[in-house]
């Protein structure tokens, strides 16, 4: 059974370092995380590289979308999926794998994120989780990689949230913990499922949240909730 950590550090450390890049990851480690979330898409050529935007405007001023930049033209601070693995088995740190593919990339991009994590995820650290708001994607995962555990991701919880779980085999329920409410949680965990929140960056919210029944709470600054959460 996937074990899950109290407290994920968001694309690293978002609050304090350029998001999914290795130094972000580093500050996560510095303040306490024991697992980060990123984000993975393909490049033109079909490298996974970590990034939040279809474009690289807003984190790396460049106004280019990924998927028609080719991966050795990245600017050097975008790591490669495989490089922040390493990253991961030097500092010891577990990870969420969201899938955010491209627009038209769901099946291959997780394809290739789940080869990348069987050939190279080290047995040293705890099982991945991946999640993904794409279905298509968590789909392809399952059928790729049945081994490694899915979560979907919802922004909003809608009464087809169980439907969606089973019909991609997911553990967990990822979800926007701004918009969860009581009922929600507690059908969720009634279910059996385990269940994150995301962007969580108060301490009194993720307390609240936790007594709810969530087990995880996503947060850009992970140094914060785990002082609230202590
Ligand atoms: O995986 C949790 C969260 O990162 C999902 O939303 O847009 O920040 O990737 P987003
Ligand atoms: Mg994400």
């Not at 059974?1 to 968001?10: A, C, D, E, N, R």
């Not at 474009?55 to 490089?83: C, N």
Request: glycine share 6%; proline share 5%.
């Amino acid at each position: 059974m996937l074990q899950l950590p109290k407290v994920i550090g968001h694309r690293g450390a978002a609050a304090y370092a350029l998001e999914n890049t290795l130094e972000s990851f580093r500050e996560a480690r510095r303040r306490g995380a024991t697992w980060v979330e990123i984000d993975v898409k393909l490049t033109a050529d079909n490298v996974p590289i970590l990034m939040h935007d279809a474009s690289l405007k807003r984190t790396m001023g460049i106004d280019r979308l990924v998927a028609e930049t080719r991966a050795a033209d990245l600017p050097r601070e975008v790591p490669t999926f495989e490089a922040a693995i390493d990253c991961f088995r030097e500092l010891g740190l577990g990870c969420n794998v969201e899938i955010k593919p491209c627009e038209g990339r769901e099946v291959e991009t997780a394809r290739v994120a789940v080869e990348t994590l069987r050939r190279q995820w080290p047995a040293t650290l705890p099982a991945p989780l991946l999640s993904s708001f794409k279905d298509t994607s968590l789909s392809a995962a399952r059928d790729a990689a049945p081994e490694f555990a899915r979560a979907i991701l919802i922004d909003e919880i809608a009464n087809d949230w169980r439907a969606r779980a089973e019909a991609v085999g997911a553990v967990g329920v990822n979800t926007n913990g701004k918009r969860l409410t009581v009922p929600r949680a507690v059908e969720i965990r009634k279910a059996g499922y385990l269940l994150s929140v995301y962007t969580i960056n108060d301490g009194e919210v993720a307390r609240l949240l936790m007594g709810l029944g969530v087990q995880c709470v996503i947060s850009d600054a992970p140094d914060v909730i785990l002082s609230a959460l202590n």
